[in-house]
């Protein structure tokens, strides 16, 4: 039996169909990668920010401020973790992105009434924190629309 045009068509099909498929989980591996990573590095920033915050207008202890601010950063990445645990594994997502997302909010709010509590100096520290701490979660759903397509 010998090859004809449309068998070698075929299999060249497949394998360009079995290339896309392979190059596709490689896509959302590299969605996960860079949405996680991308969420570190807004929570790393808005920890300097928030801690710049608390030592700079709040007049706390550089320590206390470290420390306080690392456990908000903490805070704004765990909340991403229950989304793309949830994409992952095919459940709901409506509740762990409702508390992701309402994680940010608060955090922000934080970051804003820390910012403009008593004498109200507004910094540009304040729109950085605000804005990155509303970006763990914009980061969070790119880490979960990864994991629900490597699912």
């Known amino acids: 039996m010998s090859n004809t045009p449309s068998d070698s068509g075929k299999q060249a099909l497949a394998h360009i169909n079995t290339a896309l498929h392979a190059e596709a989980?490689?896509?959302?591996?590299?969605?996960?990668?860079?949405?996680?990573?991308?969420a570190v590095l807004c929570a790393f920033i808005y920890m300097g920010s928030m801690t710049y915050t608390f030592a700079h207008q709040r007049s706390w202890n550089g320590f206390a401020a470290l420390v306080?601010?690392?456990i908000f950063a903490?805070?704004?990445?765990?909340?991403?973790v229950p989304l793309v645990?949830?994409?992952g594994t095919g459940r709901s997502p409506v509740v762990p992105r409702a508390?992701?997302?309402?994680?940010?909010v608060v955090l922000a709010a934080l970051q804003l009434t820390a910012a403009v509590l008593g004498d109200a100096r507004?910094?540009?520290s304040t729109v950085i924190g605000i804005t990155t701490v509303l970006a763990v979660p914009c980061f969070g759903?790119?880490?979960?629309?990864?994991a629900h397509s490597a699912a």
């Open 25 to 38: 989980g490689n896509d959302e591996e590299f969605l996960v990668t860079i949405g996680g990573a991308a």
């Open 68 to 70: 306080v601010s690392v």
């Open 74 to 80: 903490l805070v704004a990445l765990l909340s991403a």
């Open 85 to 87: 645990m949830a994409r």
């Open 99 to 104: 508390l992701m997302w309402g994680t940010g």
């Open 122 to 124: 507004f910094s540009m």
């Open 141 to 146: 759903e790119i880490a979960g629309r990864g």
